[in-house]
């Protein structure tokens, strides 16, 4: 049994490097991220990470990478998750429509000089489409990762700095997310590190 496990493992290891290695094209695009979110810190803006199931935990991931420590000292950078306030999730999803879950946090909390890094694997999701296009809206610079062939954030071009992984697996789609996202916060840990 456990040789039937390792083959498979095996399976999924190989179509891992071979994703990563297909995303290389986007290391400097990432680059091009990380100035653009080391740049609104550094003009006193904050960062808003949102997405949806898995994405939504990595959005959170992120954020506290920001926000408490990636793996330099450095200050405290202003991140925010826009998928840990039940109040206002099931709020919005009630009065607005799930749609609106994210959108009406942007408003709320949007100012211009912040940046928005929305998360989707799909580039489809209804509210995450509605997020991009209220942080636009309200003069936010926004970021997406996302995966497949962009889907409607792409074809649209609703973010400044859109990162298509190119992949279909979801799995592998959130695996480089996290390593892209890594990859910024390592970028800022330099940029503020003491």
Do not use: W
Request: net charge negative.
């Amino acid at each position: 049994m456990a040789s039937t496990h390792l083959e498979s493992f095996q399976r999924l290891y190989a179509d891992h490097a071979e994703a990563f290695e297909r995303s290389r094209a986007l290391l400097a695009p990432a680059a091009e991220l990380a100035e653009a979110v080391i740049s609104a810190l550094r003009a006193g803006g904050k960062l808003l990470f949102c997405g949806n199931g898995g994405s939504a935990a990595d959005s959170q991931h992120l954020a506290a990478e920001f926000a408490i420590r990636f793996e330099k000292k450095r200050r405290a950078l202003p991140a925010i998750a826009l998928t840990t306030d039940s109040s206002a999730l099931t709020a919005a999803a009630n009065d607005l429509g799930f749609t609106e879950v994210f959108a009406r946090q942007i408003e709320a909390l949007g100012r211009p000089g912040d940046l928005l890094i929305a998360l989707t694997t799909s580039g489809t999701s209804p509210n995450i489409v509605a997020a991009l296009r209220a942080a636009r809206g309200l003069g936010l610079t926004t970021a997406c990762l996302t995966g497949r062939d962009g889907g409607t954030i792409a074809a649209e071009r609703l973010a400044d700095h859109c990162l298509v992984v190119p992949a279909g697996e979801t799995a592998r789609i959130q695996e480089i997310h996290i390593f892209l996202g890594h990859l910024i916060c390592s970028a800022a840990d330099r940029a503020f590190s003491d």
